[in-house]
């Protein structure tokens, strides 16, 4: 299992230290699904992504849009068993448990940075 550290450059805050890598087909595929919740710290960074979905999951997450140059372009709250929307500027989503956002101050224009851990 590949595990990142994804930092909001723009805010010098931590999204997370213990983020998993889904970069295959079959890693997308899964996402989050058979997580019974998501801790502090931890999180899913799915790419390429345009699109995530809650169906199938028993908790809400966060969804960070991010473009070609790690930039957040869409913050997307995900209910279980929605749909999330479709951002086509997307390359990467990243999801987070609830309240990452708030509490590292993330908006739409800051620059994410992942780092192998």
């Known amino acids: 299992m590949v595990l990142f550290t ?6 010098n805050t931590c999204l997370g230290t213990k983020i998993r890598l889904a970069d295959t087909f079959l890693l997308r ?3 989050l699904l058979g997580t019974g919740k998501l801790d502090g ?4 960074l799915l790419r390429p992504c345009q699109m995530v979905h809650g169906f ?3 908790f809400a997450i966060e969804a ?3 473009d070609r140059d790690g930039r957040v372009i869409k913050i997307h709250k995900l209910k279980p068993g929605r749909g999330g929307p ?3 500027r997307a390359v990467q989503v990243l ?3 609830l309240g990452t ?6 908006e739409i224009g800051d620059l994410v940075q992942s780092t192998r851990t």
């Open 6 to 11: 994804v930092n909001n450059v723009s805010k």
């Open 29 to 31: 595929l899964r996402g």
């Open 41 to 44: 710290g931890e999180g899913l």
């Open 56 to 58: 199938g999951m028993r």
């Open 64 to 66: 960070v849009y991010l």
């Open 86 to 88: 479709f951002v086509r």
């Open 95 to 97: 999801e987070l448990p």
């Open 101 to 106: 956002v708030s509490d590292s101050a993330t």
